[in-house]
């Protein structure tokens, strides 16, 4: 068949795909998504993913119950990662990240280091967070953040690495008042890796259409015309950027397609 257009359409997933407690499963509208996308493919060319800070083993844990759902890749760990799921075999990009990955845990420990002799109180996050090319903290909103993070960012420069720190989500399961602080290899994160597919498969700019819900889809959304905030996304996040659907979850992400087909 020849296709006339490429569509790029990319969701954070917890708490923009599915909710992050499996007991709301049901309200998230993800069959209707999934009909949705059946039926856009029949007139277009698509790929639908997802871009996250969730891990590999995660998403495919949780996409495990919903095998009809087609999906083309997966961004994972804060956009560190990059899968593809081909004829259900899922398969790791060899090019992405574009920055050879190798030193990142020489220059994470000695990140560690800086901290301690800087007096950062930092709380470790998760084992999702503590991957390969990913490491997750805690900063508290205690009104001495702003310091903080100016610091954290220097000394990230100091070692070659890369801080990305956004306000965090309750919704999704981090405490109340603290501030996401993910160090990566600079070049990573999840604007960057959607930049990298749409590239890869010769997608306008103008086609890529992207949804979340919290501070740290803010860059992404921010980066393409067609970004949008769903329903349920987080006061914070809404005070930082207003184009915002209504529907919740997979209504909202139908909700924002229908505005574009």
Known sequence: ?????????????????????????????????????????????????????????????????????????????????????????VEEDPDWPPRDAGEFERRVARLAGLFETHGLALQPQGAAFQ????????????????????????????????????????????????YDVAILNPGCGKRQGVDFIARRHAVDPDRVIAFGDSCNDIEMLRAYRNGYLVGNALPEARRAFSRVVDGHYCHGIVDGLQRHF
Not at 17 to 46: K, N, T, V, W, Y
Not at 154 to 172: D, P
Request: charged share 25%; aromatic share 10%.
């Open 1 to 89: 068949m020849a296709y006339d257009d490429s569509w790029l359409i990319v969701s954070d997933f917890d708490e923009t795909f599915m909710p992050a407690q499996p007991s709301r499963e049901a309200e998230a509208g993800i069959e209707r998504l999934q009909d949705c996308l059946a039926g856009l493919r029949r007139g277009h060319r698509l790929l639908f993913g997802w871009a996250t800070g969730n891990s590999r083993t995660a998403i495919l844990e949780k996409m495990r119950r919903y095998p009809a759902f087609h999906w083309d890749f997966a961004l994972t760990s804060l956009g560190t990662e990059l899968y593809w799921n081909r004829a259900g075999r």
């Open 131 to 178: 991957q390969q090319r990913i490491r997750g903290y805690y900063l508290p909103a205690d009104g001495r953040e702003t310091a903080a993070m100016e610091r954290i960012h220097s000394l990230c420069e100091q070692v070659g690495l890369e801080a990305s720190i956004t306000y965090a989500s309750s919704a999704a399961g981090d405490p109340e008042a603290v």
